[in-house]
């Protein structure tokens, strides 16, 4: 074995946005790693000063076509804080069930098109389907069902229309949620379907020491409120979130990532909220977990894909109940009080913690923007994971170190759109790094 | 048959647009019977060389790099069909395109000389030969799934022309601009979402573009008259597909 090399993928393939990874090995280890963004810079934080509160929800819809509920729900959140807007219950309950949907659908999107292909050295879903073609078709059902919440609600599943800051343009009506509910017996029996599929993929041996963030209420499952907890002790509301960050710049990949002040990395998503709220799942999904011999914590990036399938599962039987449940609120949206202030709200986006700031002025135009999506909290993981990875890559032949390289990134589930709005472009200049 | 070999290549976007496809779903698998994705990196993980029948391509062009690349997809590909607001019109990102991006860069990051783009955010048709635009932000399905067929069955796609208001009058939805005084740009935006936003009860941003022989200025009047402050008139025209160039002469007008 070649023990002095380079892995190199110029294209990340299979995630969201585009990315590149960079490994140098020498003598057998690992001594290298950059997981590289040239997605180009969108300037979000730029453009939305000067814009229209209420417009807000809408634009940064646009930072993510893979999760634009996630980017909805916080910046409605932060903007209902400086307006004074408690919205009701119904409302409350309406937003989570959109909110699930794109669980379900982004998750499956993961699970089945991203990165079991992975496991089973398929280079796509499409071939996956040849072989597989049963859960392949499944999953597909539960991931159109998924589409289907978000659509109702929301009027499309890519940047829904009917949401707004304080509510619904409209009162969505019990009727039109029902139809949902009428393939509810299958679409459960495939979530569970797959979450046992996931559980016995062949998963990579791999081990960690991470610390893991998420939102924790002691109602529910996380979804739109709670405080940022961790594994190790943090305990924190959000708004004091920022003040624990540290943003730093690497040199040699030319972005922005975070750490937590005195701690170091962290990873924010599925495998983070499964193990800090493992408590609060559905008693069938921990069942299935544990009849295939796993429970919590995990602390294997690989099995983030058990993670989210058991979230799946949950997701849709909270489903069932939030809309058997559902009540019409009287009014779709609460009014604000216009006024000058300061507002940061967090939600759990597919991919893990999204935390939105703005500023307003007076008039309601927005001043001042902090947006840190899940991907950029997770990219100092993401490295660390690959150095940790080093003993393995190293006995691997150029193809499969390179592949399984490229399967540990997608773990994360990495949603490069989201995090280029404010990463660096790739700075091409090193003298190893071949342009087109 | 021989499978049509098709390509899907992003630039500066949300992904929103080539999501699109594998929201297709069931309908996907079974236009895997007679397209092939030889290129598509958010699904697959190796990438086959052109030349492609097809190309879609999403997202504006907003780095020398992107150019070039576009450049070789042209000169890779047949047809070259471009999908979404950011790619028909420039879509989110443009709205740089009225600030000075230099000053934009400095906002948003602490290296600023790092950043290589270029002053404009574009839709590809600025640089290259496009043959066809499918629009929306996001592109629909639907219409992806019906360019498609009808292409595999050797017609000439076609799609629609006509405003956003028609859809709302064939759907029998009542009027938000006319009934309740909301501003709603329907009257000049592209058909093709089946009204959504006015069956949701609000007025449409016009994420489709502007129709064919769109009359911006008109509408603009309307809402004048609706005594919507100008800065908001503004706002609303400026967002999606704010840099086509209908939409982009009623926003000089109170730049
Ligand atoms: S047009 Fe809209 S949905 Fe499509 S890529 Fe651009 S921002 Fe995303
Ligand atoms: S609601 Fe808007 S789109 Fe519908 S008819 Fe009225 S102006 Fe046209
Ligand atoms: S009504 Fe207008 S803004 Fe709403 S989806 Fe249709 S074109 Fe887009």
Redesign the pocket.
Known sequence: MNTNRVIEVDYLARVEGEGSLYLEIENGKVLRVEVGIFEAPRFFEAFLNGRKYYEVPDITARICGICPVAYVMSSSKALEKILQIDVSDEVEQLRKIIYLGEWVESHVLHVLMLHAPDFLGHDSLLSLAKEQPDIVRKGLVLKGWGNQVVRVVGGRSVHPVSCRVGGFHRVIRKEELLPLTRDLRRVEGYAKELLEWVLELPIPDFKRDIEFLSLRNEEEYPVLHGRIVSNKGLNIHEDEFEECLTTEQARYSTSLRYRLKGRGPYVVGPLARYNNNYDLLKPEVREVVESHGYKAPLSNSFQSIIARAAEVYHAVLELEELINNYREPKQPYMEGMLCEGVGAAVTEAPRGLLYHRYTLSEKGYVVNVNIIPPTSQNLASIEQDLLALGDKLVTLDQTRAQWLAEQAVRNYDPCISCATHFLKLNYVSKEHRHTE | MRKLKVAVFKFSSCDGCQLQFLNMEEELLRLMDNIEFALFYEARRFAEPGPYDITFVEGSVSTPHEVELLAKLREDSKLVVAVGACATSGGIQALRNWADVEEFKRQVYPRPEWIEVLKNAEPPSKYIRVDYEIRGCPVSKEQLMLFVLQLLKGKTPSLPVD???LE??RKG?V????VRGMP?L??VTMSGCG?LC?SYSR??YGCYGPMADSRPAVLNKRLKELNIRPKDIQLLFKQFTGWSKEFRGVIDEYE
Request: proline share 12%; with cysteine.
């Open positions: 405003s956003v208001c709302c009058k939805n009027c938000v601009l006319v709603c329907g009257p009204a006015p007025g449409c």
